[in-house]
């Protein structure tokens, strides 16, 4: 599906002409509403997260429930039972909302409820389950209790990781690889994808998009391949009837409902910033930190042959909260990420900032919680909820 027209109001001398409501809304030539929220120097409100958790999930050592390793997505349910999709043990586990383990389902294998890569995807209404398996390309679909009430394949095209589910079953996905035939070439390379949905039996696949995707560096004669450093993304997030998808060359968001119509778009007024070099190797740095030495030492020839893109990234991830907002965090280069986030409601309009410390990656957000990742110096992962003050 086609994306909107981006325009900017101008006057005949070819100046920006000033609109007086900093909420105004502009419509592109299809009728589809944009909303551009100019970048304001005070927040219109603050929502805070509480200080401390108000349940963590995690144990260094102790009961093996608790004991979580390579966590793939995490909920809370409407009982406020906190469901865990531990990736090293490939189980979904269950616990009470004072944390104690109630049950584990799934586990490594590829029988029927069995995983050999789970994701989380999320929960629908009724509190059922949606768990992915990119090995296995299938759907897990369990009730609250943890027992498996439905199977299904994913299609061959669909190879990415969920990025959400809607409320009638649909499985959102974000594109991950290089597609294309220009992919097959040695240097940068940035081809377009589609950010594909599944619906809730597996009987049907529809797309949106194409768009820009994710930035490479490729040599051909190595067979290698890899995220280029500052490079910029497809991003996609869904949940209840919302799906959100931006490319982050520019703070534009685009909204779709739940049978993939346009409906909206919005912007945040962020100036474009070229980085320089010094950007370049900071960002380096940050991502060679992330890698054993001899895998160090085996890509940084591949870093070093990268370009710098002409443009930074605006922002770096976007999710949709279950009560449709959009939060938006901001880009950084550095060593970790910004702690600043936005908010925006279902019409597009910034209404908020949260800052949220950068060592907690954010699973889930509710309306009065977020369920979030942690670790700490040694590694030891642990799912945590925060109280969400609005």
Not at 51 to 65: F, H, N, R
Not at 236 to 256: E, K, M, P, Q, T
Request: proline fraction near 7%; glycine fraction near 12%.
């Amino acid at each position: 599906m086609a994306g909107p027209v981006w325009l900017i109001v101008a006057s005949a001398c070819g100046s920006e002409t000033p609109v007086a409501d900093p909420r105004a809304v502009v419509s592109d030539s299809a009728g589809v509403p944009v909303v551009v929220n100019p970048m304001a120097a005070e927040a219109p409100a603050v929502w805070a997260i509480s200080e401390s958790p108000t349940l963590a999930i995690g144990e260094v050592e102790g009961s093996l429930p608790a004991m979580l390793a390579e966590v793939r997505g995490a909920t809370r349910l409407t009982s406020g039972v906190i469901v865990v999709a531990d990736g090293a043990s490939n189980e979904l586990r269950a616990f009470s909302p004072s944390g104690d383990h109630l049950w584990t389902a799934g586990g490594k294998g590829g029988g029927p409820g069995e995983f050999m890569a789970i994701q989380l995807a999320g929960r629908l209404p009724g509190d059922s389950l949606v768990a992915t398996d990119g090995w296995l390309a299938r759907v897990g679909v369990f009730d609250s209790a943890g027992k498996l009430a439905r199977l299904y394949d994913i299609p061959d095209e669909v190879r990415a990781l969920p990025a959400g589910v809607l409320d009638d079953g649909s499985v959102v996905f974000t594109p991950l690889g290089l597609e294309g035939e220009d992919a097959l070439v040695t240097g940068m390379y940035r081809g377009r994808q589609v950010v594909p949905v599944l619906d809730g039996v597996g009987d049907g696949v529809w797309t949106l998009g194409p768009f820009p995707g994710r930035e490479f560096y490729r040599d051909l004669q190595a067979g290698a391949w890899m995220e280029a450093v500052l490079g910029r993304r497809l991003h996609a997030s869904a949940a209840g009837d919302v799906v959100a998808v931006a490319n982050d060359d520019a703070y534009r968001i685009r909204v779709y409902d739940g049978t993939g119509g346009l409906v909206r778009g919005f912007t945040l007024e962020v100036g474009l910033r070229a980085p320089d070099q010094g950007d370049f190797d900071e960002a380096l740095e940050a991502e060679l930190a992330t890698l054993p030495g001899d895998l160090q030492r085996a890509f940084l020839p591949y870093f070093e042959q990268m370009s710098i893109p002409p443009t930074a990234p605006t922002f770096s991830r976007l999710v949709v909260a279950q009560d449709g907002h959009i939060w938006v965090n901001d880009y950084s280069h550095g060593p970790s990420r910004s702690e600043i986030w936005r908010v925006f409601d279902r019409e597009g309009f910034l209404v908020a900032e949260s800052t949220i410390p950068p060592e907690l990656r954010l699973l889930e957000i509710g309306s009065d919680h977020v369920v979030a990742l942690a670790a700490d110096e040694l590694g030891v992962e642990r799912v945590v909820v925060h109280a969400l003050e609005r």
